[in-house]
């Protein structure tokens, strides 16, 4: 199985600030990864695919860089809707997996 | 709209069973693969299968820890994905969502609110 780790596993930011999470797999997965962002008791929402591609609707202060085993969503200016946990996930093989999470809170 | 709506949950004991449903409108249910996915309280996220499209022969994958007790299944025609669960364990307590496959896009791009399983005696 493919392993992936997110970093940090917390973070605690302001608004305005720029912030990096990465996500490092076990072992290469292309292109294939995916970043959801996750509110409290809500489903969660699709941010970016493939790596890079911004998915329809999201603001472009997100951006998602990387290839092979590390990966980063960058947001480049927080706002205070950003607050939220954010998931990495891959779809390179089976089982799909999930980081385990970065919960990111005003600071 | 765009819309998978789950239900079903509810509390059942352990070594019990559960079927829940999601219901899909606003899209063409049958061209995409559909994934169940869950979270327990306070923890991450983890997938638990998928159904293929006719296109890819119905056919499923599942997690080690899910293969030998859930079955997923779907109906075209009532544009629905299933989730049987047998044997439940407290661990299989969560939310479970089902959500669509954002095809060749190596995502998912809807989801469904949730339905909540508790296993407890």
């Known amino acids: 199985d493919i392993q992936l780790t997110q970093s940090p596993s917390f973070l605690s930011a302001s608004v305005g600030d720029r912030v990096t999470i990465t996500c490092r797999a076990s072992?290469?997965?292309?292109?294939?990864l995916a970043w959801y962002q996750q509110r409290p008791g809500k489903a969660p929402k699709l941010l970016i695919c493939a790596t890079s591609t911004l998915q329809t609707g999201v603001p472009s202060r997100f951006s998602g860089a990387g290839s092979g085993t590390e990966f980063t969503l960058t947001i480049s200016s927080l706002q205070p809707e950003d607050f939220a946990t954010y998931y990495c996930q891959h779809l390179n093989s089976y089982p799909i997996t999930f980081g385990q999470g970065t919960r990111l809170e005003i600071k | 709209e765009v819309q998978l709506v789950e239900s079903g949950g509810g509390l059942v004991q352990p070594g019990g069973s559960l079927r829940l449903s999601c219901v899909a409108s606003g899209f063409t249910f049958s061209d995409h693969h559909m994934d169940w996915v869950r979270q327990a309280p306070g923890k991450g996220l983890e997938w638990i299968g998928r159904f293929r499209n006719k296109g890819q022969g119905y056919t499923t994958e599942y997690a080690a820890s899910v293969r030998d007790r859930f079955s997923i299944s779907r109906d075209d025609s009532k544009n629905s994905l299933y989730l049987q669960m047998n044997s439940l364990k407290t661990e299989d307590t969560a939310v479970y969502f089902c959500?669509?496959?954002?095809?060749?896009?190596?995502?998912?791009?809807?989801w469904g609110q949730g339905t909540t399983v508790t296993v407890s005696s």
């Open positions: 072992q290469g997965i292309s292109k294939y």
């Open positions: 959500a669509r496959d954002y095809i060749s896009h190596y995502s998912w791009d809807v």
